[in-house]
């Protein structure tokens, strides 16, 4: 499967604190990899799935939030493989209509909405015998998609990014529930270094980075920056005008969630001497696009129509 993937798109930044502190800050576009598992959700997608046919399981069953990048990429790969697909969703029943869910519903996933209390116990064992008894024939996967064969996959893309960056000192993702960053650690180089921005207030989530590293040979270092900017999933005036900037200047568009906050997070580190000169730095677009379908209101009452067919244009371009 990898190896038949396109070459992901390389995009230079362009910005007067880049340039005058002597940094080469790239992105690689992984955004447009695979028609059905968004960006880094093929990475950590397509060897649990492989896993889940090996071993004769006939259903996948994972965790997320109404609009997960996660539940929706598994509902359309799942289906692509001839594998049914349960998500646990946390929330009301009322959200089975919003684009995320309808469209992992049309693609054949199974809905199973549960309170917030309830979504707490999704990392504990009683919990999980529960589903299993529920849900005989599936193989379960975590939140987010991260564990150990997650970090193997994105390994994968640790090479991926070395491979189509060139030389480079720092590897930098946004971090959700730590899958893509640890899989990026796995497969750094030595002397390099990776950077995960935190958009959301999580506690657990080094702990967590840690522990999916276990048993890997780490040759890099790694460190987070919070970058949450308010709370998950938070969007307000600055950040939209800060991306629709972005895909002016560079005609790609950044996702309202995840890579949108680390780039603004990056450029202010820039520009506040926070990043040492002279640092080639490449920063990882993973997806996500599909978290835009949801915010046509919002998009419009903080920025009018005329953001909206901008931001609607942006898509289109990446389908």
């Not at 090996?54 to 598994?74: D, E, M, P, R, Y």
Request: aromatic share 8%; with cysteine.
């Amino acid at each position: 499967m990898f190896m038949k993937m396109p070459l992901p798109d390389v995009i230079p930044v362009q910005h007067p604190s880049v340039e005058s502190r002597n940094i080469s800050l790239t992105m690689l576009d992984i955004s447009n990899l695979h028609p059905l598992a968004s960006g880094n959700k093929l990475f950590k997608l397509a060897p649990n799935v492989d896993d889940a046919i090996n071993k004769g399981f006939t259903q996948l069953l994972s965790f997320g939030g109404a609009f997960s990048n996660h539940i929706h990429a598994l509902a359309l790969y799942g289906a692509s493989k001839g594998l049914a697909t349960v998500g646990i969703i946390r929330g009301e029943p009322e959200y089975a209509s919003n684009p995320t869910l309808q469209l992992a519903q049309d693609y054949g996933m199974q809905l199973h909405f549960v309170d917030r209390k309830t979504y707490r116990l999704r990392y504990q064992q009683s919990y999980l015998d529960e589903l299993a008894r529920q849900y005989p024939t599936a193989y379960f996967i975590p939140e987010g998609g991260s564990n150990a064969l997650a970090v193997e996959g994105c390994k994968r893309l640790a090479e991926l990014a070395n491979r189509t960056l060139g030389d480079i000192d720092t590897l930098a993702v946004a971090c959700g529930t730590g899958g893509t960053l640890a899989g990026l650690v796995s497969g750094l180089k030595a002397n390099q270094q990776a950077l995960g921005f935190a958009v959301l207030r999580d506690d657990s989530l080094a702990s967590r980075v840690d522990e999916l590293l276990a048993g890997f040979d780490i040759r890099g270092s790694y460190q987070f920056i919070p970058a949450d900017y308010g709370g998950y999933a938070k969007f307000d005036k600055a950040l939209l005008d800060f991306i629709l900037l972005w895909l002016q200047q560079t005609g790609v568009l950044l996702d309202p969630i995840y890579t949108s906050k680390m780039c603004r997070k990056m450029l202010e580190l820039i520009e506040d001497n926070q990043i040492e000169e002279g640092q080639s730095i490449g920063m990882i677009h993973t997806g996500g696009l599909q978290a835009w379908h949801g915010m046509r209101d919002k998009v419009v009452a903080l920025g009018g129509e005329s953001a909206w067919l901008r931001i609607s244009a942006g898509i289109h371009a990446c389908q």
